[in-house]
């Protein structure tokens, strides 16, 4: 006998709990990933791919995959399908617990201790959204038994089959966007003779930093230049310049950054890049299966490495081009290595040589104190008015303008002209690369007097440092503030 102020049981067998589960776990990706274009609000199937990716970056289930598919965007992809999969059925398994707020609590926990990037307030959004929608779900599709046959239980049933069949649709179509879309990396090579595409730092312009006196950078000659490559491999072998030829092109455009570049400093610009993957020239040679690094080394004796497993992302490339010419000898001649996230340091040019090996060496700055993984900080810079000539003309109407940059596509630029106390939110122009800097500007009219800039930038939910730290050993962060004066 049940008292008549408890809510109707739930006949609904494990079978319909799963079922108004999955329902629950579709709409809560749909909602959560409008979240994301719409408010930036972070991805949890996102960071849940960057954390496994981090965590499975062992060579063996990247040989697997490369052995069963070969390493092309195709193995990326279906490693976030995989993580889609894991992702929904993880919810499905979640929301099929009796009580729709324990399922909310659980997620909310168990994305704040597994994906410990997403903070507490993405988590908390998650772990409520996902119990509203049980609970409305439950209440709306439970078969109701002898309480109010307000609509009678084939109903319900039928529509929760439908609700759920067209999840799997939902499902099944947003996965096969994502393969059609592809990988990030492509974009239009420069045509020679024409302005660049806006953003894009000319060849001339593009920073410059090296560990050895200019004069002394490697000037290496296209004929005698080799890259060999040998250790865990395979098959050693070197290659000439021309045998690069065969390596499916790729054309991307990105941002590269000095780790030692100052809060608002100069060491950073844009760069069309052509070259082929890092992953395919390794499928070549084969990769032997105690393989866990790969070292590189450069004809002036730099010296960096990589987990094997982040060398396979076949976002990592070798470029032999920048912004439509061959490099320069500054810039690298014949070959360097670009790796999307980690600063400069982390990238060598002039590549002679690449060891696949089972234990680590650290690399160059590496050994001297400087970070060992290199990643890049988010970051943002005034450009106008330029800091060495801080003069606007009162009254007049002006841009302030600049560029943020992190490994996640930026979401938000504010600017302060009032010493930080408000701020405004700054018009951003999307380039083609999510490897790109995002340039910004704010339309401003300043009156007579002296006013302090500010800038600060978001991505997602990450939002930009506010203490200042030097540069060694991780990268500068704190707002690039400096003070304007009118004319
Ligand atoms: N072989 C070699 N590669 C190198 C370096 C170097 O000194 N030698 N410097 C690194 C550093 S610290 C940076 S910031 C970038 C700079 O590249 P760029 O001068 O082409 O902008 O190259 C990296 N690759
Ligand atoms: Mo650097």
């Known amino acids: 006998m049940t008292s008549p102020s408890s809510p109707p049981r739930v006949p609904g067998s494990l079978w319909w709990r799963l079922l108004r589960a999955w329902i629950a776990a579709v709409l809560l990706s749909l909602l959560g990933y409008v979240a994301l274009i719409w408010a930036g609000v972070t991805y949890p199937p996102i960071t849940l791919f960057g954390t496994l990716t981090q965590w499975l970056g062992v060579p063996a289930v990247f040989q697997l995959l490369h ?3 070969g390493l092309g965007q195709d193995a990326k992809l279906l490693a976030f399908s995989g993580v889609a999969v894991l992702w929904l059925g993880g919810l499905s398994l979640l929301g099929s617990l009796e009580r729709p707020l324990i399922a909310g609590l659980a997620l909310a926990i168990l994305c704040v201790l597994g994906l410990g990037s997403l903070g507490w307030l993405v988590p908390l959004l998650y772990g409520l959204a996902f119990w509203g929608l049980l609970a409305a779900l439950q209440r709306g599709l439970a078969p109701q038994g002898k309480a109010a046959p307000a609509r009678p239980d084939r109903v319900r049933r039928t529509t929760t089959l439908g609700l759920a069949a067209g999840g799997l649709l939902a499902a ?15 974009a239009a090579a420069p045509v020679p003779g024409e302005p660049l595409p806006f953003g894009v730092t000319p060849v001339e312009h593009f920073y410059y930093v090296s560990k050895n006196l200019e004069a002394f950078d490697p000037r290496l000659s296209a004929d005698k230049w080799r890259l060999t490559v040998g250790g865990l491999v395979q098959r050693p072998r070197t290659f ?3 045998e690069l030829a065969q390596f499916t092109p790729v054309i991307s455009q990105r941002t590269l950054s000095c780790i030692s570049n100052p809060v608002g400093g100069p060491l950073i610009s844009n760069g069309i890049w052509s070259g082929f993957r890092l992953s395919d020239l390794l499928r070549q040679v084969g990769i032997q299966r105690e393989a866990r690094y790969l070292l590189w080394e450069a004809a002036d004796g730099y010296t960096e490495s990589l987990p094997l497993g982040e060398a396979l992302d076949p976002e990592v490339l070798l470029v032999t081009h920048l912004n439509g010419e061959p490099l320069d000898d500054k810039h690298g001649f014949p070959l360097r290595v670009l790796i999307p996230g980690r600063y400069g340091m982390k990238q060598p040019r002039w590549i002679t040589k690449l060891t696949l090996s089972a234990e680590d ?3 160059y700055w590496a050994k001297r104190g400087w970070s060992k993984t290199a990643r890049v900080e988010l970051m ?13 003309q009162a009254g007049m109407a002006t841009f302030i303008r600049g560029v943020a940059f992190y490994s996640q596509p930026i979401t938000k630029v504010e600017v302060s002209t009032d010493g930080e106390k408000t701020w405004q939110e700054a018009e951003l122009f999307k380039l083609e690369s999510v490897y790109a800097w995002t340039p910004w500007q704010l339309a401003w009219t300043p009156e007579a007097g002296s006013h302090q800039l500010a800038v600060r930038a978001y991505a997602g939910s990450v939002i930009q440092k506010t203490q200042p730290s030097d540069a060694l050993p991780e990268g500068a962060t704190g707002y690039h503030t400096f003070e304007v004066k009118t004319s």
């Open 361 to 363: 060496e650290p690399g």
């Open 240 to 242: 000439t310049l021309p």
């Open 67 to 69: 052995r069963l598919l």
């Open 172 to 186: 099944g179509g947003g996965l096969t966007a994502l393969f059609r879309q592809g990988g990030s990396t492509t």
């Open 380 to 392: 943002s810079r005034i450009d106008q008015p330029p800091e060495i000539s801080p003069v606007v």
